[in-house]
């Protein structure tokens, strides 16, 4: 989630500052409650190509879990991360709104990628990865519950690494990490 965006080097500080007193709060929120997302798909936009995930809703149960584990989503995590961080007087100010579960894979530096001919053929490889990834991973009538390979590709957010609170210029990989949260192993 970002908090705030094209705003000088010490309004970001002074807000880190105002929000300090719970960052391990938020950080470590996911350690106990876990949304679970599936469904992979390569989506983009004029911005950027990303790796696209769906709430869990049930299906694709890895071992020992149940239904319902999924009760608790995404946008329920969104919210009450919203919340928590609205708490400290901190205005959370998104460039987007939109409550996207998802991993960039590139971002657009040169719109040269929208001549007709190049956007085509991005366009076909995006759908031909679609295409294998909706076939080995997302759920089909009689399969087992892990799909097709037996094992489900699934983020659990926050498994391994808690939440990461990231300052500076990090929309384009850079800033640095200021707060960790505790993660979990989900086996």
């Avoid at 992979?40 to 149960?61: Q, T």
Wanted: aromatic residues 10%.
């Amino acid at each position: 989630m970002e908090i705030s965006h094209s705003k000088p080097w010490a309004e970001i500080v002074l807000l880190l500052d105002i929000m300090d007193h719970k960052m391990a709060e938020i950080t470590d929120y996911t350690f106990n409650h876990r949304a679970r997302l599936v469904k992979p798909l390569v989506s983009y936009d004029n911005a950027a190509i990303a790796l696209s995930f769906l709430p869990a809703a049930g299906e694709l149960l890895p071992g020992g879990r149940k239904p319902e584990g999924d009760e608790y989503t995404y946008q329920h995590l969104r919210r009450d991360l919203y919340d928590i961080c609205q708490s400290t007087g901190v205005e959370v100010a998104s460039r987007y709104v939109v409550p996207s579960s998802h991993l960039t894979i590139a971002r657009f530096v040169d719109q040269d990628i929208f001549q007709r001919d190049k956007m085509g053929q991005l366009i076909e490889e995006i759908e031909k990865i679609n295409a294998k990834l909706q076939e080995k991973y997302w759920p089909h009538e009689n399969d087992n519950p892990q799909g097709q390979n037996g094992e489900p590709l699934q983020w659990i957010v926050g498994e391994e690494k808690g939440l990461v609170c990231r300052k500076g210029t990090v929309w384009y990989g850079g800033g640095e990490s200021h707060y960790e949260g505790k993660g979990f192993s989900a086996s």
